[in-house]
């Protein structure tokens, strides 16, 4: 099965680090985030990727092109110009780069990707600036139980502020940073049938809006619920909180050894 991620909006709520670079370089523990979500997905055997660039899509192109640079150690003989790569740690990826516009939409970046996936029975499909320890194996098979056209991972939000039950001017109750207010939310990490795209216009379709409430008019949108971990890295407080569970060791997404 491949997996098609998101790889080129402008994440304009994070320019700190995006100002150089895509939102799914930006880094948690030395290695971008698109990297880890990867993992994620090879853990649970698919290492077939479709990635949807855009802005400053070249970041990412000669990351993929230099993969054995960043991830290996390196001689560099200048007396003889050769290059000795040592303990090559190779992933078993197959990585497909797409130039999907500067300016397309979530939904009109899938659509440009259409010809990678449309001979598939279905396909994952998620955003570059997420993880969690979602049970990939478990949603697909979710997905083909359900026959419909699109299954997203529903789960709860991360709570981003204390919560407070005031009575009178006087706080009676607080609550540290709760997780929402209860209800689920759309995660990302769907499993799609190539005929969802027929759902989507053009480049400037959102693929939150029409597509997915068209599919969930027509009875095609299941939802495999996920209550572990999950965080989108949306602000520079997110990927402080990322990077502070990666180096703690206790970063619940990594689910590969």
Not at 75 to 80: A, K, N, V
Not at 89 to 95: G, L, S, Y
Not at 103 to 115: C, I
């Amino acid at each position: 099965m491949k997996a098609v991620i998101l790889a080129g909006g402008l994440g304009t709520r994070i320019s700190e680090e995006t100002e150089s670079k895509p939102k799914p370089m930006v880094e948690i523990g030395g290695k971008p985030i698109l990297w880890h979500i990867m993992k994620i997905y090879s853990a649970h055997g698919i290492n077939d990727f479709i990635i949807c660039c855009g802005y400053k899509g070249y970041v990412i192109k000669e990351y993929f092109a230099n993969y054995f640079l960043h991830m290996s150690d390196v001689t560099f003989d200048m007396r003889d110009n050769q290059m000795h790569v040592h303990h090559q740690k190779a992933e078993p990826w197959r990585v497909t780069l797409v130039d999907t516009g500067e300016a397309s939409m979530t939904g009109g970046r899938l659509k440009r990707v259409e010809d990678y996936v449309q001979n598939e029975e279905a396909f994952c499909f998620t955003y570059g600036d997420g993880v969690g320890d979602i049970d990939i194996t478990a949603s697909i098979k979710h997905h083909k139980s359900q026959n419909t056209l699109a299954t997203l991972t529903a789960t709860f939000p991360p709570g981003r502020f204390g919560a407070l039950t005031m009575d009178n001017h006087r706080v009676i109750s607080f609550q540290e940073k709760p997780k929402g207010d209860g209800g689920m939310i759309n995660g990302g990490f769907f499993v799609l049938s190539p005929k969802v795209i027929d759902y989507i216009q053009d480049d400037q379709t959102i693929w939150e809006q029409e597509p997915l409430m068209q599919l969930a008019e027509d009875g095609e949108l299941s939802s495999y619920e996920h209550h572990g971990f999950w965080q989108p890295m949306d602000t520079l407080r997110d990927k402080l909180h990322l990077e502070k569970l990666w180096t703690s060791g206790e970063a619940p997404w990594k689910t590969w050894e």
